[in-house]
């Protein structure tokens, strides 16, 4: 946890979401992780914190996690970035959506612990640093691709993994390879529509 | 869910040794104290659910050997190590292109996030979704052994009609592993006392009185490649998914399918059924019925026919009898007529 980010102007809220994770960090930074122990150590029980770094929206983040932890809620809870939204928590509605190394999976279902020295995405990471919004985020809001907006987080990584991978091209593709993405909105037709703009300004980029 | 202990095994030969301190005797993998994770799209899911209740998790996804995150292909076989993702190996232009139905069957199933993470040895591992498996207030032997079973006479509409037993009824929902049932895949598994190779078709347990017991592993083996043998009709194959909804969804019925066409006659076919039977399904009596006859709709139909001659329906799960054999007959017509 950077001080730099603590101090550099954020809410009450992540303020203090972060001291606390930084707190429960600290005493790791003496302790080896599991992981790492000596086979003569004290074996590992369950309820054991685990240290975790990843990097988070370019930020470097060491967490101390109980191994249960999702990836989701380790995002949500410990580090305050709330904006990747939890959905049903099974797998099944893509609101978690996030990048680890690039690439679009679902943080409810990867536990926190096995993302050790990743690369994570978030919403919160997509914008320039002068506040100028990705393309995919910006398509959407010109296509009014959201009523509630629930699932539009999710929606938008989700988007921008499709568009990656190179499986946005006909409109029937971007259904096809957004389907783990679901809308009670059903704001589909809109969603389409945004991700076929963003698919061709990134690609003129 | 129950808290567990995390550790990250480096090498196969590590990881084996390490589950082998735990969960001795005949415990099935599903109910060892100290199990494997690799991609977690199902394994979280369970665990979250109190389905799964390991105290310990082995993160197969530190493990060094590069050949589990190899495709490679000779003239004779594809070979996947097994931590290669869904989604890379539904890309890998060789698999697509040498055995389309190996890669169609990875890209109907899931959505791309969870191709994304699972790796093609835990896909075929994955456990049943039945509703009264998932939830755990219901009896279920295939969770509690001898506490019966919710599904007989529940809500059966997603249940098996081929395999089952007076013990379960649950589907086996996977797609991959009806392609390679079809195509005689092996799998290669790693354990304690050695290494060995088992043909896919041996990897699923029929439930009978143990529903809990699914597969042959146990608790200490891993699989670590999936080989898939090219034949003549490895090219000429495909896979057809019926399902609710268009996309992301379980099969009602799907069809793998390959040919090997001499003119319009069949000099061989395979055949997996997925979304109607308690484990993968290969069906000898359709492709027997097959053999040597020119491949029309009348022969397709009989083919049909003979798959789901045992079938055994629920009350509400009848539907996929004719929805099953109407799968099979497209898919043998659209493989029949495929430009290879």
Redesign the interface.
């Known amino acids: 946890m950077s001080d730099a980010k603590i101090s550099s102007g954020l809410s009450r809220r992540m303020f203090m979401t972060a001291s606390v994770s930084a707190a429960a960090a600290m005493p790791l930074a003496t302790s080896p992780t599991r992981a790492a122990q000596p086979a003569s150590a004290k074996p590992a029980q369950p309820r054991d914190l685990s240290a975790v770094s990843m990097r988070i929206n370019k930020q470097s983040y060491n967490l101390a996690l109980d191994n249960r932890t999702s990836l989701l809620d380790a995002l949500r809870d410990h580090v305050g970035l709330t904006g990747t939204k939890k959905g049903c928590d099974h797998g099944q509605c893509g609101a978690c959506t996030v990048l680890v190394d690039g690439k679009r999976v679902l943080s409810c279902l990867s536990f926190a612990v096995m993302n050790q020295g990743r690369e994570i995405t978030t919403v919160e990471g997509l914008a320039s640093a002068g506040g100028e919004l990705h393309p995919v985020q910006q398509a959407f809001v010109d296509h009014d691709a959201f009523q509630c907006g629930y699932c539009t987080p999710g929606q938008i990584m989700s988007a921008i993994g499709c568009i990656n991978e190179g499986r946005a091209g006909s409109e029937d593709d971007i259904r096809e390879y957004m389907s783990g993405n679901l809308c009670r909105c059903a704001a589909y037709p809109n969603i389409v529509a945004a991700i076929v703009q963003a698919r061709d300004e990134i690609r003129r980029a | ?8 095994p480096t090498s196969v030969s590590a990881a084996v040794a390490m589950a082998s301190h735990a969960g001795a005797g005949h415990v099935p993998p599903t109910a060892a104290d100290t199990q494997f ?1 690799a991609g ?2 199902n394994l ?2 369970y ?3 109190g389905v799964g209740r390991p ?3 082995l ?1 197969l ?1 530190t493990l060094a050997e590069p050949a589990l995150r190899k495709i490679r292909t000779s003239d004779d076989a594809i070979r996947f190590g097994a931590l290669v993702r869904m ?1 890379e190996a539904a ?1 890998n232009d060789d698999v697509r292109r040498r055995c389309p139905l190996l890669a169609d069957s990875l890209k109907l199933a ?5 191709r ?2 699972a790796t093609l040895g835990g896909n075929v591992l994955q456990r049943t979704r039945c509703e009264y498996f998932r939830e755990t207030s219901w009896p279920c032997n295939k969770r509690e052994p001898g506490s019966g079973c919710a599904a007989m006479e529940g809500v059966n509409r997603q249940h098996a009609v081929l395999g089952t037993s007076d013990s379960c009824i649950a589907t086996y929902h996977g797609d991959f592993a009806q392609a390679l049932i079809a195509l005689d895949a092996t799998v290669d598994i790693e354990g304690r006392r050695g290494k060995r190779t088992l043909a896919f078709a041996k990897l699923h347990r029929l439930p009978g009185e143990t529903p809990n017991i699914e597969t042959d592993l146990a608790a200490d083996e891993i699989i670590t490649a999936i080989e898939v043998p090219l034949r003549p009709w490895s090219g000429r194959s495909r896979y057809l998914k019926i399902r609710d909804r ?3 969804a379980f099969a009602l019925a799907s069809a793998a399918v390959a040919l090997d066409m001499e003119g319009q006659t069949v000099r061989s076919v395979r055949i997996g059924l997925g979304g109607v039977a308690t484990v993968p399904w290969r069906a000898v009596a359709a492709e027997d019925a097959l053999q040597g006859k020119v491949l029309d709709e009348a022969a397709a139909q009989k083919a049909a026919d003979a798959a789901f001659a045992d079938a055994r329906p629920r009350e509400h799960n009848a539907f996929k009898i004719p929805l099953g054999k109407r799968t099979l007959v497209r898919a043998l017509l659209e493989t029949r007529d495929m430009k290879v």
């Open positions: 869910m129950r808290p567990f202990v995390y550790e990250r994770i977690g799209t979280a899911d665990m979250k659910l105290d310990r998790l993160d996804n989604g890309d899931a959505s791309g996030q969870l994304n993470m268009e996309s992301y």
